[in-house]
């Protein structure tokens, strides 16, 4: 499975930006999906993640109220609508799968078997 994050890009705070993850590869479309960001000299975060049915989505408390999982199956695509941005938001973004659906609320990453190559965000205050 191969995953292409995009739709990065230079954001003023308060703004929007929507981020999308497009799988490639057999059964990627039954996978769970998480997404993740890292900032420079940070940690890796965990924000967001998605159920392969959509059914059930989990959030980080950083980014609840703020950032939306989504995803369409038929496009094999998982989207972060990121709104009200702030400063803070800027990181490189990426995108994972769960092939074996493991622990739902994990937020380490640890679940994952795939990541995509990540997308810069930056926000401008």
């Known amino acids: 499975v191969q995953l292409q994050a995009s739709g990065g890009g230079l954001v003023q705070a308060g703004g929007s930006l929507r981020l999308s993850c497009v799988a490639s590869?057999?059964?990627?479309?039954?996978?769970?999906m998480g997404w993740f960001r890292q900032a420079p000299g940070k940690e890796r975060e965990f924000l967001a993640a998605?159920?392969?049915?959509?059914?059930?989505?989990y959030y980080a408390d950083s980014v609840r109220g703020r950032f939306t999982v989504s995803r369409d199956n038929a496009k094999n695509t998982v989207y972060l609508q990121m709104n009200s941005v702030k400063p803070e938001d800027t990181a490189v973004y990426y995108c994972?799968?769960?092939?074996?659906?493991?622990?739902?609320?994990?937020?380490?990453?640890?679940?994952?078997?795939?990541w995509g190559q990540g997308t810069q965000v930056t926000v401008s205050s």
């Open positions: 998605i159920s392969w049915s959509a059914s059930t989505t």
């Open positions: 994972a799968a769960d092939r074996d659906s493991g622990y739902f609320e994990d937020v380490s990453g640890r679940r994952y078997d795939y």
């Open positions: 590869g057999p059964s990627s479309s039954t996978y769970d």
